[in-house]
């Protein structure tokens, strides 16, 4: 029996459903029951019947999915894959913005912790975050942590004042500007499709700007015939999957999240059939980190 038909065996009998972000490894995204970026999985992982969640993706992740699935066990394959940028915002800087601006809303990206969702006002993804800062009654936004999608999004929604916080991707952050040039002027015809959570010289050269979900859909619907994929490297499974005829190309340095790449057959494997790896998160947190994800599920509607 193969690593794939155990995990299939053990999936029926647990009771349990595979989740999977479009940056982990490929064999993982084969297994998965499904995809997506964080917006399309935290939506998919309130209707499920399955009892038991299998998330492979980052801690941020599996937190949000107990969160608005209190009664469901969530399982994460490496409960180490974290996101750094996920931790980048600071609780005495959110309390100083609120005594600073009048009518403030805090803004926090789903790529957060739960603590710093407990100090938000909504949860936005880069898929849905115009649409929500804009429904905002408030004029005053303190988006945090990605300083690179709060300007970004800051340019869309111009009759709102962005106050701005100092995170980043790390693999976003890394691609440079002249390293899509060069690409660029090895294959002329591709269109640049990236991620706002790139540096805003790459967003400036770019002929689409959207989430891992956008991108795919872009390039799928697209007539061209080359892309240079400005996000992290994992989502070619899916271009690929869906384009086999056309050519997706990357930065030299291709951009590859290590925390993502934890997640492995074997893990999750594992997991299913120990249990171990359970997202544990205090009632008291839970209810706080989910007002802002309910929030953004319904202003996201």
């Known amino acids: 029996m193969t690593i794939v038909d155990k995990i299939e065996k053990l999936k029926k009998e647990k009771n349990a459903v595979i989740l999977a972000h479009y940056y982990v490894k490929p064999e993982v995204q084969e297994i998965a029951d499904y995809i997506g970026d964080s917006y399309y999985l935290s939506k998919v992982a309130v209707g499920l019947k399955e009892q038991t969640i ?15 699935n209190p009664q469901k066990t969530v399982l994460m394959p490496d409960l180490s894959a974290d996101c750094p940028m996920a931790h980048m915002a600071d609780p005495e800087i959110i309390q100083k913005m609120r005594d600073t601006y ?5 803004v926090c990206y789903i790529n957060s912790t739960a603590e710093l969702k407990k100090y938000s006002d909504v949860c936005v993804t ?10 905002l009654p408030n004029k005053n936004i303190f988006f945090i942590p990605d300083r690179n999608l709060a300007h970004y999004i800051a340019g869309l929604v111009p009759e709102k004042n962005f106050v701005y916080n100092e995170g980043f991707c790390p693999t976003h952050e890394r691609m440079q500007a002249e390293e899509v040039l060069e690409v660029k002027k090895e294959h002329p015809e591709a269109k640049v499709l990236s991620h706002p959570e790139c540096r805003t010289e ?7 700007i959207g989430s891992t979900s956008g991108i795919i859909r872009y390039a799928t619907e697209s007539e061209e015939k080359e892309f240079i994929i400005c996000t ?4 070619s499974y899916k271009l690929c999957q869906n384009n086999p005829e056309k050519k997706f190309y990357f930065p ?10 934890k997640n492995s057959l074997e893990k999750i ?5 120990t249990g171990e790896n359970e997202v544990q998160i205090t ?8 007002k802002p994800l309910e929030r953004m599920l319904e202003l996201a509607k």
């Open 54 to 68: 299998v998330f492979c993706g980052v801690e941020f992740m599996g937190e949000s999915a107990k969160a608005l």
């Open 252 to 261: 030299n340095s291709v951009p590859t999240c290590p925390n993502m790449k």
């Open 283 to 290: 009632e008291e947190l839970r209810e706080a980190s989910v």
């Open 202 to 208: 790459i967003l400036e050269i770019s002929d689409y």
């Open 269 to 273: 494997l594992h997991v299913l059939e």
């Open 102 to 106: 009048e009518d403030l809303a805090v």
């Open 232 to 235: 992290e490297e994992g989502v």
């Open 126 to 135: 880069s898929a849905n975050a115009v649409k929500i800062v804009k429904a």
